[in-house]
Each structure stands twice: as C-alpha cells, then as structure tokens.
C-alpha cells in the first residue's frame, strides 16, 4: 500500500491528451513540492517533473505537472507511442516517520 | 555527464548478509545528499535510506531500520548500503541515486539515477 495514491492505469489514443492524478495529504503532498518519473520496462526511473511543475533539461514541454491542495496531476499532451510508460509521483512526508514517498505508479497505454 | 553504476546484488539466503556499493562521477559527490531506492519485481517504487553530505546524518524507512546501514566515502566518490538480516521482502532492484536538494524541513525530488543491482533473497 503506498502511501501516495495513483490510478494503476490509464489509456489514450495518439496524439491525445492524458492526466494522471496523484493523491496524498497534509503531511506530504500537502506541504511539499512533488515531483514525476518515467519508468520504461527494465530500466532505471527518469526524472520528468519537479518542484510541481519545472521541467528539468531535455524534458519536451508536452509534459506539464500541477499540484492543487493534497493532489497532483501529470498532463502528457500529443501522446506519442513512445511515451508508454510507468509513471510515478513522488514527494517528501514530513510525519513523525520523515520519509521519501512515492505513489504506486500508473502505466500508460497509447492504444 | 553524471554517473552512478551500483554493484553487489546478489542471491542470498533468508538471514544472510550482502553490501550494495555505487560509484559515482560526473558531479561533485560531498555536495549532495545521497539515496538508495528499491523496486520488487512488477512493484512500486520504495525509498530505503538517505545520507547527507558528510554522512552525519542518516535516515531509513521503518522496514528496513536497525537491518540496513548506508555510508558514504566522500574521498572515494562512493555510498553504500550494508544490508543485514535479509528477509524475503527485501527481494528487489536496489538504485543508487541524488537527492537534488535536502534542509531540515525535508528533501526535494530524485534528479539522477543508477541502473540498478538485483538482490534476491531467497533459500
């Protein structure tokens, strides 16, 4: 179970646009920046999004990341084959247990 | 161009003991708070442990505290995790990678990270 919620799934026909919802509380997303990766099968995760909604070096701009409360989301814009993927949220939980924490991961299908 | 390459995976037995190492270039490695990151096969993303620069201050998930040791050797450009008493959950793809930015009020995102090394613990 983990402590940050995600869709396991979500699906969208080429070129379409797709969200991916992440859900946590006060304790974390709440109060901290959150931040996004892209996993491909076999692979080590990439940073995709950080501090909400900055896009590190090479990242194309039809990836965009919002937070709002104790909820982010993850848009992709003009899905690309390519972008098939894992996805997954991550922020910092400033509980008594301090900890990184991630979302279970939402894997994309570009049907 | 930054560089982690971890090593040490192995099969192990339930009890037993292994140490993961990670070699690091590319950046200045005193400068920044490390982590190690597991994944279980077909599973989630779980962060371990992380260190600080000068490796005064370390912290660890609940499941693996008082079992697990991270280190780091500044001089060597490397980090470690010792991993003790090993038991069956721990099985995973265990990363190596950098806290962009830490503070007191907690750490930021993951901005690099290593291709991993698998530990099975299994009999």
């Known amino acids: 179970q983990s402590v940050l919620t995600q869709p396991p799934s979500v699906s969208a026909a080429p070129g379409r646009k797709v969200t991916i919802s992440c859900s946590g509380n006060?304790?974390?997303?709440?109060?901290?920046?959150v931040s996004w990766y892209q996993q491909f099968p076999g692979t080590a995760p990439k940073l995709l999004i950080y501090?909400?909604?900055k896009r590190p070096s090479g990242i194309p701009d039809r990836f965009y990341g919002s937070k709002s409360g104790t909820s982010a989301t993850l848009a992709i814009t003009g899905l690309q084959t390519g972008d098939e993927a894992d996805y997954y949220c991550?922020?910092?939980?400033?509980?008594?247990?301090?900890?990184?924490?991630f979302g279970g991961g939402t894997k994309l299908t570009v049907l | 161009e930054v560089q982690l390459v971890e090593s040490g995976g192995d099969l192990v037995q339930p009890g037993g003991s292994l140490r993961l190492s990670c070699a690091v270039s590319?950046?200045?490695?005193?400068?920044?708070?490390m982590t190690w990151v597991r994944q279980a096969p077909g599973k989630g993303l779980e962060w371990v442990a992380n260190?600080?620069?000068?490796?005064?201050?370390?912290y660890y998930v609940d499941s693996v505290n008082g079992r697990f040791a991270i280190s780091r050797d500044n001089a060597k450009n490397s980090l470690d995790l010792q991993m003790n008493s090993l038991r069956a959950e721990d099985t995973a793809v265990y990363y190596c990678?950098?806290?962009?930015?830490?503070?007191?009020?907690?750490?930021?995102?993951?901005?690099?990270w290593g291709q991993g090394t698998l530990v099975a613990v299994s009999s």
């Open positions: 006060s304790s974390n997303i709440g109060n901290n920046y």
């Open positions: 501090d909400n909604n």
């Open positions: 990678a950098r806290e962009a930015y830490c503070s007191s009020s907690g750490c930021s995102e993951v901005d690099f």
């Open positions: 260190i600080n620069q000068d490796g005064g201050k370390k």
């Open positions: 991550g922020t910092w939980d400033s509980s008594l247990s301090a900890r990184r924490v």
């Open positions: 590319g950046f200045t490695f005193s400068s920044y708070w």
